[in-house]
């Protein structure tokens, strides 16, 4: 159906071009036509300019107004998210307002200054006062956004390991993901990609040998203990990856052949987020959506779509192939027992190998 | 120049050689001719590119729904009519090399280059008119490969523009890194060589071929921006070919430059101690600068079509040209800002994060330049300045969102997201591609004697610039709700259910956007046979090449080159009758050249 509509709407642009072309053909005829501006073409330019400003601002207002409530601005999942929010909000507020003045500068003096017959244009080669001054709003302006942005980039970055953090491994390999954790000892067991077996089911390539490999959990969905903070180490067994986390407002690529790392807090449980206002709406909003396309599937005879419950994601954000569109895995953030009890279920990986 | 050289160069111009129609035609060395080959590849390309950009958008707006377009065109690829994954990766990696390099840099900088350096500062030709040819007919080569790599059995390469290994290194780990990456290569690293031919060419031309009188400080800013465009490629470009060439390497012969640790398809490779960072470091070390070589020679043309149809100098031309030069240097030393979650060193992140930032205060000169630019002047809106006008506003709206990708802490979140696409394709797409028109309305009666038709020019810029705000404006959004880009679909995240309709709003403007493109095509075709005969200087312009006649010949000007008295931008001085001195016209007695 879809293509049909497009093929129409692609046939019928087609023909009010040509139209359009007969048109001006047979106005231009009548007159001297040089094909340079004239006061005419000036000013129907200068008003569609304005115009052109009025549709920047009113295109800006309907994405907010219909698409405002998608951007990650608020309700972070983990603790040093609310720091990265502040600073974009910030450096949105300052973009918004500069966008805003600098195009109505643009647009405006391109319609009150559209030129006629006869009038001549000012002779205004430099100023070096106003030069100065515009060199060095910016300066002040970004030296204010690099230095508030270097301290959140370092806090971040460079966090600290304690005792009590957890250390987990997110392993990815076409197209999955894998979480690895450390056990009772904290301390993940080597490996190598060179060690997987995957007649004896080590996937990872744990070192079998090492003593602290034999208490690590191989899982494929992500459980964090919530207020706890988590330091991730990333590897990749094939091709780049990236593990993004947007909710928890993190993000760091899996590089085979090296181990990279990023650490957060979760400051908010599953449970909670879906209890928050936002989310609720959210919620909402999708599972209207998806009735609505049930409906559809319904009428052709196709199964509906099943209802939406909010998860965290870890999503692969590095192109790595035909299905890097599907690459995720779910991530649960509970309370301590929750996670505790969870964890007790899995198998430890001397238990997880098939022996034969 | 040596009198000497002059004259040779004289008889040269008066007694033409013999030509045939191959060397007039197809292996010219005239530069008018070989800029001509250049802007047509160039559109024939950005066709293809911009075709393969409509198909990904009806993808991304309609997803599993059988489409009778994507069958017809992409044949295998879309059985029944429903399109293929690892196409739609191959769609998003040649869009992106095509438009990047095929059209922005070779479709702008070759053709304008090649038309303007000789014309506008008064030469007869380039240094070297074979050279030139060879420029030519190596990229129309790798045009050629580029293509050819589309029709091979397992699809062409799909690893992205930016062919990060180990994806783009293993056939195994998706079939266009088979023999489709293969070509992809060889046709780069002819590219490169023609660009560097290029490139070299266009300095040695600007530095030693300057007519008398023509200094430094008189160069029209877009001679200014072609010969720093070239020095940047010439910086950069070889590192592009040197990482090109170990990543032929590693695919072929078994080295590990990028490759370390690999388990893929059950077993192990060979590859040992290499890294996908240092291919991420060399790509980038050609990538970001490149963003400039597309960049600069737009606003080149911006700052003269501006000056000429507002009819008034270019504020702070000092200015413009250090914000130009201060540009070509921060952008060697940002690269590290596409790599910020690379997995380097933070440390290095922060450096990064400095220096890109910096780059924002000569971009913003050059805008609040143009903008005064504008002020109190008798603005000529021929279609060349509503893009020159068009390309200011998308420079500013895509380039504010720079500070936001440019800040480490903050690209965390929204790098490789839609954010990141919007960001890009305004700030040098969108703009670079404005760039392009401008120049093509510009100069079309120079190139082809005749004049494009102004209404069908205004329709095509009207149309074009809603439907770009149409299209790029709303990728803001979904971006920083975390939809990351190179998705084949969405429609695997029920999460990101709300924003298919944000989908069909962008395809639909695109498609829009894409079939006005359409008029500039017939525009440009038919105003080649039909058009109207244009007059020597139609804009009343005051470079030089409106002083060159009408008929092209060789060796550009009948007779002695002119010899040029003044700047560039001598619009409305104050004790002429014309609103326009050309730069051939010595000082009035007592008149005060500006000091610059």
């Known amino acids: 159906m879809s293509a049909v509509l497009t093929i129409l709407v692609l046939v019928s642009i087609t023909v009010a071009i040509w139209q359009m072309v007969k048109i001006f053909d047979l106005a231009s005829a009548k007159k001297e036509n040089t094909e340079v501006a004239d006061d005419k073409d000036n000013r129907i330019n200068g008003y569609l300019m304005m115009g052109f400003l009025i549709f920047i601002y009113g295109f ?59 009038k001549k244009a000012m002779f205004y080669a430099d100023n070096d006062k106003l030069e100065f001054i515009w060199t060095i709003i910016p300066v002040i302006v970004l030296a204010g956004l690099i230095i508030y942005g270097l301290f959140t980039w370092s806090d971040i970055m460079n966090f600290e390991e304690d005792e009590d953090s957890l250390v987990v491994e997110l392993y990815a390999q076409q197209f999955n993901w894998k979480a690895r ?55 990749s067994q094939d091709v780049l990856h990236s593990a993004y986390m947007p909710h928890f407002r993190a993000q760091m690529n899996c590089v085979p052949g090296m181990v990279t790392q990023f650490s957060f807090t979760p400051g908010m449980t599953t449970a909670e987020m879906r209890q928050t206002p936002e989310m609720i709406d959210k919620v909402a909003r999708i599972n209207k959506i998806r009735a609505d396309k049930s409906e559809e599937l319904i009428k052709k005879g196709e199964e509906p779509l099943d209802r939406y419950e909010f998860d965290y994601l870890l999503l692969c954000n590095k192109i790595c192939g035909k299905s890097h569109y599907n690459m995720q895995m779910k991530i649960v953030v509970e309370s301590e027992e929750e996670y505790n009890a969870w964890m007790s279920e899995q198998k430890v990986f001397k238990n997880s190998l098939v022996q034969n | 120049m040596s009198a000497h050289v002059e004259t040779h160069m004289d008889d040269h111009g008066h007694h033409h050689h013999k030509e045939t129609f191959v060397t007039k035609y197809i292996f010219s060395q005239d530069h008018k001719m070989i800029s001509k080959q250049y802007l047509i590849t160039g559109l024939i390309m950005g066709i293809i590119g911009i075709i393969m950009s409509l198909l990904m958008r009806m993808q991304l707006a309609w997803p599993e729904e059988p ?84 029709f091979v059995e397992m ?69 200014w921006a072609f010969l720093i465009t070239a020095v940047i490629g010439v910086i950069s470009f070889p590192v592009l070919l040197s990482a090109a060439l170990l990543l032929i390497m590693d695919r072929s012969f078994g080295t590990s430059f990028f490759l370390s640790d690999i388990f893929i398809q059950g077993e192990v490779l060979h590859y040992q101690g290499g890294s996908p960072v240092l291919f991420e470091h060399l790509f980038w070390f050609l990538g970001h600068p490149e963003v400039y ?44 800002h596409h790599m910020f979650v690379s997995g380097m060193n933070p440390f290095l992140g922060s450096v990064f994060t400095f220096t890109t930032l910096l780059i924002a205060i000569p971009s913003a000169v050059k805008a609040f330049n143009y903008i005064t630019t504008l002020w109190k002047g008798n603005l000529q809106f021929n279609p060349a300045m509503l893009f020159s006008i068009g390309l200011v506003s998308t420079f500013i709206t895509g380039g504010l969102t720079g500070i936001i990708l440019g ?10 997201t839609y954010f990141v696409v919007a960001h890009f394709h305004l700030v ?131 007779g002695k080159i002119p010899s040029v008295y003044r700047w560039a931008y001598d619009y409305s001085k104050p004790g002429h009758d014309e609103d326009f001195v050309p730069q051939n016209i010595p000082l009035k007695e007592g008149e005060e050249e500006l000091q610059h």
């Not at chain 1, 720091?83 to 949105?92: K, T």
């Not at chain 2, 690893?159 to 998706?174: E, G, H, K, N, V």
């Not at chain 2, 606003?299 to 540009?327: D, Q, W």
Request: charged share 10%; glycine share 8%.
């Open chain 1, 181 to 235: 954790y450390a056990g009772e000892d904290n301390v993940l067991g080597k490996a190598n990609i060179r060690l997987i077996n995957i007649d004896n089911a080590n996937i990872l390539g744990l070192d079998e040998a090492d003593p602290y490999a034999q208490d690590d959990v191989i899982t494929t969905e992500l459980h964090l203990p919530v207020g706890r903070q988590v330091i991730f180490k990333m590897r």
């Open chain 2, 428 to 558: 040098m797409g969108i703009s670079a591609l404005y760039g392009l028109f401008a120049g093509v309305y510009h100069w079309y009666p120079k190139m082809f004697r005749r004049m494009m038709n102004k209404n069908l020019g205004y329709i095509h810029f009207w149309v074009t610039a809603i439907s770009a705000y149409g299209v790029f404006f709303p990728m803001h959004f979904i971006g920083m709700a975390g939809l990351p880009r190179r998705y084949y679909t969405n429609s695997a995240f029920p999460l990101f259910d709300e924003m298919s309709n944000v989908n069909v709003v962008i395809t639909t403007f695109a498609l829009i956007g894409g079939a006005f493109q359409l008029v500039f095509i017939w525009n440009f075709f038919y105003s080649m046979f039909y058009g109207k005969k244009t007059v020597q200087n139609p804009w009343k312009s005051n470079t030089l090449e409106w002083t060159a006649p009408i008929k092209h010949i060789h060796g550009n000007w009948e």
């Open chain 2, 407 to 416: 800040d480490s802490a903050l690209d965390i979140n929204v790098h490789d």
């Open chain 1, 60 to 118: 800006t207002i309907y994405n907010m107004v219909k698409w405002g409530h998608f951007p990650l601005l608020s309700n972070s999942a983990s603790e040093h998210g609310s720091q990265i929010d502040n600073l974009l909000i910030i450096s949105l507020v300052i973009i918004f307002i500069v966008q805003t003045v600098t195009q109505f500068l643009l647009h405006y003096f391109s319609f009150k200054y559209r030129g006629e017959k006869g």
């Open chain 2, 155 to 223: 699809g062409p390469a799909a690893a992205d523009w930016t062919i990060y290994p180990p994806l783009s290194a293993l056939p195994m780990a998706q079939p266009g890194s088979g023999a489709g990456m293969t070509l992809w290569l060889v046709s780069m690293a002819i590219f490169i060589a023609s660009s560097l031919l290029g490139s070299l060419n266009y300095i040695v031309t600007v530095i030693n071929l300057r007519t008398k009188g023509m200094s430094m400080t008189r160069l029209p800013l877009t001679i």
């Open chain 2, 293 to 336: 070589i597309v960049l600069l020679p737009a606003l080149g043309i911006t700052s003269e079509v501006i000056a000429t149809n507002a009819r008034k100098p270019i504020f702070g031309y000092r200015a413009m040209v250090a914000s130009i030069l201060a540009i070509a240097f921060l952008s060697t030393i940002v690269w590290g």
């Open chain 2, 67 to 150: 489409n009778a377009i994507f069958s017809a065109l992409l044949g295998k690829w879309a059985p029944d009519g429903v399109m293929d994954a690892d196409i739609y990766l191959a769609l998003v990696t040649i869009h992106g090399t095509i438009m990047v390099f095929f059209v922005l840099t070779a479709g702008l900088s070759g053709t304008f280059s090649n038309l303007l350096i000789p014309l506008q500062i008064g030469a007869r030709d380039m240094a070297s008119g074979f050279l030139n040819m060879l420029s030519y007919w190596m990229f129309f080569l790798s045009s050629v490969i580029m293509v050819i790599s589309l």
